[in-house]
């Protein structure tokens, strides 16, 4: 089999793999319940059937995304065809979270695959589960030399950084991303960080405060709150604010029950140390609904965290949790400073139909992605680039972009024979002003 040249041979390998994924898809579910309770909805939508879908994705566009592709030429090289050509890096490392652990191992490895590269795969120590039946998975469908997985913790992942690769793919915190960077830079290394960060969600006092609620509860709290682009703080337009916090106390209770612990639809907190982490930041007295924990059974419940001040513990880092801090504005100038305060964050949600504030938010803030009127959805577009920028990372992946990320594009110009411009060869003499000319023409 050659992966490198041979596009039906990658494609051979997808197929196989799609097949080994469908068949053990139960024992998906099951795993990331094991791991930290994931809802079977929510496995099956957020990583299992994103997973199949990318893969079939990838499989129908393989050929079209790994042709030459021609690109218009320069006339100062007429005559020529110009190509970009993808090639594989080569060998490539891919170190994945916990947080979305099938998803987030499995789609940029299916796109290295894709664009014909070698892969070591690194999933989480916290997700012993899930990581299990990866390597399961990946041992029965590829070759040790053409796809491995190499479980274990943070010594594993060193010794791996260590190592020279043609391509680092990192998903994590900003503060390992750095460390990722670093030992890529030893060797020149290309990266891609997909990071985390503080995502505000502005609620200006034209929105749909009810719908708002519903579509933040749902973006806070799915997966516990452990999403890198689920929002971190509300900034709520002063007037609105009481209200809305109602609405979201409702839709918690609708989506969840009175009693969140019991429901089978809520996740769990991934360790004790993230528990002990979240669970710190929780000051009594400010919490308006929630605040219920439990350390054995690593349980915090949905928690809205009224009119904490910036410099409280919960607003000093990205969350990470099911805590919802709200604040209130009185006018634009308190949306920057608060803003501003942090550095460029994964995603930023609006919710307003004033339009003009819509737009004016989008385009005074530098974020990765985000939504108008809605949360967290816009990872689900292949169409669009799922990236960070600034601290929240570099890079970019999803649909097409992923196999671009995993391919070098070389330049190739195809400079025909039939003529040859005299123009640009030495000696130089009398021609200057003939360049010149030409080339303020073109
Ligand atoms: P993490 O950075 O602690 O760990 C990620 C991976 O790095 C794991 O495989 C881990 O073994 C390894 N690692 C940990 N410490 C290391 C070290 N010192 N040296 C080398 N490798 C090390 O992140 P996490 O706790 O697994 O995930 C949560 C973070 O990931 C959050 O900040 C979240 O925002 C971010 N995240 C980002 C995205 C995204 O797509 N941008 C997606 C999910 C999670």
Same mark, same amino acid.
């Given at each position: 089999?050659?992966?490198? +040249?041979?596009?039906?041979?990658?494609?051979?390998?997808?197929?196989?793999?799609?097949?080994?994924?469908?068949?053990?898809?139960?024992?998906?579910?099951?795993?990331?319940?094991?791991? /930290?309770?994931? %809802?079977?909805?929510?496995?099956?939508?957020?990583? +299992?059937?994103?997973? &199949?879908?990318?893969?079939?994705?990838?499989?129908?566009?393989?050929?079209?995304?790994?042709?030459?592709?021609?690109?218009?030429?320069?006339?100062?090289?007429? %005559?020529?065809?110009?190509?970009?050509?993808?090639? *594989? #890096? @080569?060998?490539?490392?891919?170190?994945?979270?916990?947080?979305?652990?099938?998803?987030?191992?499995?789609?940029?490895?299916?796109?290295?695959?894709?664009? @014909?590269?070698?892969?070591?795969?690194? %999933?989480?120590?916290?997700?012993?589960? +899930?990581?299990?039946? &990866?390597?399961?998975?990946?041992?029965?469908?590829?070759? $040790?030399?053409?796809?491995?997985?190499?479980?274990?913790?943070?010594?594993?992942?060193?010794?791996?950084?260590?190592?020279?690769?043609? !391509?680092?793919?990192?998903?994590?915190?900003?503060?390992? @991303?750095?460390?990722?960077?670093?030992?890529?830079?030893?060797?020149?290394?290309?990266?891609?960080?997909?990071?985390?960060?503080?995502?505000?969600?502005?609620?200006?006092?034209?929105?749909?405060?009810?719908?708002?609620?519903?579509?933040?509860?749902?973006?806070?709290?799915?997966?516990?709150?452990?999403?890198?682009?689920?929002?971190? #703080?509300?900034? =709520?337009?002063?007037?609105?604010?009481?209200?809305?916090?109602?609405?979201?106390?409702?839709?918690?209770?609708?989506?969840?029950?009175?009693? *969140?612990?019991?429901?089978?639809?809520?996740?769990?907190?991934?360790?004790?140390?993230?528990?002990?982490?979240?669970?710190?930041?929780?000051?009594?007295?400010?919490?308006? /609904?929630?605040?219920? +924990?439990? =350390?054995?059974?690593?349980?915090?419940? *949905?928690?809205?965290?009224?009119?904490?001040?910036?410099?409280?513990?919960?607003?000093?880092?990205?969350?990470?949790?099911?805590?919802?801090?709200?604040?209130?504005?009185?006018?634009?100038?308190?949306?920057?400073?608060? &803003?501003?305060?942090?550095?460029? %964050?994964?995603?930023? !949600?609006?919710?307003?139909?004033?339009?003009?504030?819509?737009?004016?938010?989008?385009?005074?803030?530098?974020?990765?992605?985000?939504?108008?009127?809605?949360?967290?959805?816009?990872?689900?577009?292949?169409?669009?680039?799922?990236?960070?920028? @600034?601290?929240?990372?570099?890079?970019?992946?999803?649909?097409?972009?992923?196999?671009?990320? /995993?391919?070098?594009?070389?330049?190739? $110009?195809?400079?025909?024979?039939?003529?040859?411009?005299?123009?640009? !060869?030495?000696?130089?003499?009398?021609?200057?002003?003939?360049?010149?000319?030409?080339?303020?023409?073109?």
């Amino acid at each position: 089999m050659n992966y490198k +040249t041979n596009i039906a041979h990658r494609k051979e390998a997808l197929i196989k793999l799609l097949d080994v994924i469908i068949t053990h898809e139960n024992e998906i579910i099951e795993a990331l319940y094991s791991d /930290f309770r994931k %809802p079977a909805f929510e496995a099956v939508l957020t990583e +299992t059937n994103y997973v &199949i879908s990318d893969l079939k994705d990838t499989i129908k566009n393989l050929n079209k995304w790994a042709k030459p592709k021609r690109v218009f030429p320069s006339i100062l090289n007429f %005559p020529s065809t110009d190509y970009i050509y993808k090639e *594989p #890096y @080569g060998k490539i490392l891919i170190i994945a979270p916990w947080n979305y652990p099938f998803q987030l191992a499995l789609c940029p490895l299916i796109s290295a695959v894709a664009a @014909g590269n070698q892969v070591v795969l690194k %999933p989480s120590e916290l997700t012993p589960k +899930t990581s299990e039946i &990866i390597t399961k998975i990946i041992t029965k469908t590829f070759l $040790v030399n053409h796809v491995e997985v190499m479980e274990g913790g943070v010594e594993v992942s060193q010794k791996l950084l260590s190592q020279r690769w043609d !391509y680092i793919f990192f998903t994590g915190s900003v503060p390992v @991303g750095k460390i990722v960077a670093k030992a890529a830079a030893e060797n020149l290394t290309p990266v891609t960080l997909e990071l985390g960060g503080k995502n505000p969600c502005i609620i200006d006092n034209t929105a749909n405060l009810k719908l708002a609620a519903k579509r933040i509860v749902w973006g806070k709290f799915i997966n516990a709150g452990q999403t890198c682009i689920a929002p971190d #703080y509300i900034l =709520i337009q002063k007037d609105m604010k009481n209200h809305f916090m109602e609405f979201m106390k409702l839709e918690i209770i609708k989506a969840y029950g009175e009693n *969140p612990k019991l429901s089978p639809d809520y996740a769990r907190i991934i360790n004790e140390k993230n528990w002990l982490r979240l669970a710190n930041m929780i000051e009594e007295k400010k919490v308006f /609904f929630g605040g219920h +924990t439990n =350390i054995e059974e690593c349980y915090i419940a *949905p928690t809205l965290v009224d009119e904490t001040g910036v410099d409280s513990l919960i607003m000093q880092d990205e969350i990470f949790g099911p805590l919802l801090p709200i604040l209130s504005y009185e006018n634009d100038a308190e949306i920057n400073t608060i &803003i501003s305060k942090y550095e460029k %964050p994964l995603s930023l !949600y609006v919710f307003t139909e004033d339009k003009k504030f819509a737009q004016k938010i989008i385009k005074k803030y530098s974020f990765g992605g985000g939504c108008i009127n809605d949360t967290v959805v816009h990872f689900s577009n292949k169409r669009l680039p799922f990236g960070g920028v @600034g601290h929240s990372g570099i890079g970019a992946y999803h649909g097409r972009l992923s196999f671009d990320t /995993f391919s070098h594009k070389k330049a190739i $110009v195809k400079k025909a024979n039939w003529l040859d411009l005299p123009m640009r !060869y030495a000696p130089y003499k009398d021609k200057l002003k003939s360049i010149q000319k030409l080339l303020k023409w073109l």
